[in-house]
């Protein structure tokens, strides 16, 4: 069921109400666990009211709109109706503990200013954020959700059926300045990525999809929202904080709908496995599910082993435990384990990985002390070739770590206003992913970035992310510092270190600086710093061009060499 | 009498959950928990579906915030809001 070359999302969308206005769409699973199908011509017909109401406020073809909603139904809705009058819909992740995350204003500014977005959506209590952000940028149009509750006519929604090479959507990628990068996706790109998916995922009619992970992440927006809706696979949705308060839903929903396919971070499995206790899973049978697949953070064996392990007896098979690699770049996901097989893993000698470059394969099948275990991601999509790459984009041999590079008909147009960074990702009749791996035979394994990114439960920060909040804290030197993110299997995602120098004047006592690096990352970025530590004044060298070493200082600290003047876990 | 009782119960779960090898004395009904990231988002989720199941009391997404989750103090007064 592949696309023609004149098609577009909306097109697609239209095919279907017209071929199975019937046919279930969406649902949403409650915390009760009750949840209520809604056909697609019922989907159609409220994104068409919410895409009018959209129109009346200004937004037409070819506009930005910004939503800064949780993934509940309303998101959904505005999300479709977005899509049905042809505007470029870009999901902006909202706090999901109110009061922290106090920088968002700026990146919300930011990405308004990049986008020239025509209209931004915010929830209700957003209103002094909106009215700043209304302010700031007179020509846009700042909507609340309860814009949505009444009015609204679908039949005078102004239904657009884009051309092939005309924009899709916007996606945020974390950037290199503090801020996030815009990712271009036209309708092309969208749709190769959703075809090279539906093969390698071996999608059919009786498959039935569940997600909790965000529309605003390419996980929930792409892999599970845009697959669905365009290939006719109906889709349970759990709001994500609802998933996160209580992860057995997951396991509830893939039970009770008759699901066959979902999606999870690492760090999804991990959670899920350690949270929910046996007394939780009376009449769950996860039998019917063919695919976990795991994405968009580092893949542990452990993790795979363990969630399967843990509910075999609920039906799990090993066989069902599958593995992808993609990134906002290249739309959604790029390579697949087999659909029909199991995931492949290598035990390579971590020395001669780590220090020379090359993957060699061991004797042991795991524990061994001098091997690592390196689960593949899978293979590209059919379309798609792979290159291993050195700095110089010479290609590498089977087993020699370089980055991984895409020659890939879902390639984005590039990042909005970053000419720079566009450059370099896209180079010759490849994207550069910024990801470190090696290939054998078609098997693509991931080793690591190339880019020192931190992928903290399969959101990622850049370590510009933390320079702003850092240089507002008394006693430490402002620019001198590093932050990374430390593998750590026992919760499936990295946990996240700050180095930083102290300055010679500084009479705080360390303690409470420390204290300040966690309360202040916490409150501006909304999320938790696992360990602070603070060295002398002159002590962090940085690279001939200025720039910090922050992969430098993270082999200094997994090497236990830093000598830290203080230090706080 | 009630709030007492609260307060115990979630220091209790936060030294258990979040703060295995803390003293108890070190926590007290007034440290701030979010802001000072002892809580992060995950764990303060966590807290909330504890909350919502000793309780019996249903925590609306933009509740779940800084002005009722920061300390202990706070945390015991919006529970026994949310039962009243």
């Known amino acids: 069921m592949t696309h023609d070359s004149n098609k577009s999302l909306q097109a697609i969308f239209r095919e279907r109400l017209e071929r199975d206005p019937e046919g279930n769409a969406l649902t949403f699973f409650n915390p009760d666990g009750t949840h209520t199908w809604r056909t697609f011509r019922e989907f159609h017909e409220t994104g068409a009211r919410y895409g009018s109401i959209l129109s009346s406020n200004g937004l037409s073809r070819g506009n930005v709109c910004v939503f800064m909603l949780p993934s509940d139904e309303i998101s959904a809705n505005a999300l479709f109706g977005s899509l049905l009058i042809g505007a470029l819909p870009l999901m902006v992740a909202p706090p999901v503990v109110r009061g922290l995350h106090s920088n968002l204003k700026d990146v919300l500014e930011h990405v308004v200013s990049t986008t020239s977005a025509r209209v931004v959506v915010l929830e209700d209590d957003e209103k002094d954020l909106g009215e700043a952000l209304q302010k700031s940028h007179p020509e846009t149009c700042v909507l609340y959700i309860s814009v949505f509750q009444k009015g609204g006519d679908p039949a005078s929604a102004p239904l657009v059926f884009p051309e092939s090479d005309d924009l899709a959507a916007l996606q945020l990628t974390s950037g290199t300045t503090g801020f996030p990068r815009v990712c271009v996706w036209d309708q092309n790109a969208v749709l190769q990525t959703l075809d090279g998916m539906e093969l390698a995922m071996k999608l059919g009619k009786d498959d039935i999809c569940v997600n909790w992970t965000p529309l605003y992440h390419d996980m929930g927006l792409i892999n599970n929202f845009m697959l669905c809706m365009t290939k006719g696979i109906p889709l349970v949705m759990l709001e994500t904080i609802n998933f996160l308060k209580k992860p057995v839903l997951w396991l509830q929903a893939l039970s009770s709908t008759g699901a066959t396919v979902t999606w999870s971070p690492n760090f999804g499995y991990t959670f899920t496995a350690q949270r929910v206790r046996d007394h939780h899973l009376k009449d769950i049978n996860l039998g019917k599910i063919k695919a976990f697949w795991n994405a968009a953070e580092r893949i542990h064996l452990d993790t795979m082993l363990t969630f399967q392990k843990k509910f075999e007896p609920f039906g799990v098979k090993l066989s069902a435990m599958k593995t992808n690699f993609g990134c906002a770049e290249n739309v959604g996901g790029a390579t697949f384990s087999d659909a029909d097989g199991d995931f492949v893993v290598e035990h390579v000698n971590k020395h001669r990985l780590f220090d020379e470059g090359i993957a060699v394969r061991g004797t042991a099948t795991n524990g061994g002390a001098d091997t690592v275990a390196i689960v593949g991601v899978g293979r590209p999509y059919p379309g798609m070739t792979i290159q291993i790459q050195d700095a110089d984009c010479n290609p590498l041999p089977d087993g020699h770590v370089g980055e991984i590079a895409l020659d890939t008909p879902s390639r984005m147009k590039g990042y909005l206003g970053n000419e720079e960074d566009t450059s370099y990702a896209i180079r010759g009749k490849y994207l550069h992913t910024g990801d470190y791996g090696y290939m054998r035979g078609e098997e693509v394994f991931w080793t690591g970035r190339v880019r020192e990114r931190i992928n903290l439960h399969g959101k990622k920060f850049d370590p510009s992310d933390f320079e702003s909040v850092l240089v507002q804290i008394d006693g430490l030197r402002p620019g001198c510092f590093a932050a990374f993110g430390i593998d750590d299997e026992k919760i499936g995602t990295q946990r996240l270190v700050i180095v930083s120098e102290v300055r010679d004047s500084n009479e705080r006592p360390l303690e409470t600086v420390m204290d300040d690096v966690r309360a202040q990352v916490a409150t501006h970025i909304g999320i938790k710093v696992d360990e602070v530590l603070l060295l002398p004044q002159g002590t962090m060298t940085k690279t001939s061009s200025g720039k910090r070493r922050h992969r430098f200082y993270r082999e200094l600290y997994l090497d236990g060499e830093l000598a830290a003047l203080a230090e706080q876990r | ?84």
């Open chain 2, 1 to 84: 009498m009630e709030s007492e009782k609260i307060k115990e119960a979630v220091k209790e779960y936060i030294l258990k959950e979040f703060l295995p090898d803390e003293a108890p004395e070190n926590l007290s009904f007034t440290t701030a928990l979010v802001t000072t990231g002892i809580l992060d988002s995950l764990a303060t989720l966590d807290l909330v579906s504890f909350l919502e199941e000793t309780y019996g009391i249903k925590v609306a997404a933009h509740e779940v915030g800084v002005d009722h989750m920061n300390t202990i103090d706070e945390i015991a007064s919006f529970v026994v809001s949310k039962q009243a």
